[in-house]
């Protein structure tokens, strides 16, 4: 599949990589059938916010239709329509349980301290591949 894929500052390219799969038991694979560049993804590109790191797929938002769930999915399965936000959470932290999905304790890879994890950003934020895939 295509993604959009981050290079360098001024150097974002349209690549294959590889199909998206379920890699943890509360992970869902979405096939996405809309997706756009948004500001954020543009302060990336032109290197106004740090962190890049060379090979992350762009893009924090999308629609599309769940294609597969891992085991522990309870409220999502295939062939629902979702929206995938821009922001990750675990669902089950006390800020999730509260509604404050930003402040998740759990879904950044860097840990409690290192912030909003969301998806197409940089190694900060926890560097998982975002939603401008799935082109030609």
Same mark, same amino acid.
């Given at each position: 599949m295509k993604a959009v894929v981050f290079h360098? *500052?001024?150097d974002i390219r349209l690549d294959e990589v590889?199909?998206?799969t379920i890699q943890d038991p509360t992970d869902a694979v979405v &096939?996405?059938?809309a997706s756009a560049i948004c500001g954020t993804d543009?302060?990336?590109v032109r290197g106004s916010f740090e962190g890049m790191e060379k090979g992350t797929i762009l893009g924090h938002e999308g629609v599309g239709i769940v294609e597969a769930v891992g085991p522990m *999915? &309870?409220?999502v399965r295939?062939?629902?329509r979702v929206v995938v936000c821009s922001t990750i959470a675990c669902g089950s932290c006390a800020?999730? &349980?509260a509604g404050y999905f930003a402040q998740c304790d759990n879904a950044n890879p860097g840990g409690r301290r290192a912030g909003t994890?969301?998806?197409g950003g940089p190694k900060p934020t926890g560097a998982v591949n975002g939603a401008m895939r799935g082109f030609g």
């Open positions: 360098g *500052v001024g590889p199909e998206p &096939r996405l059938t543009l302060h990336f *999915v &309870r409220n295939p062939g629902d800020y999730c &349980r994890a969301f998806f």
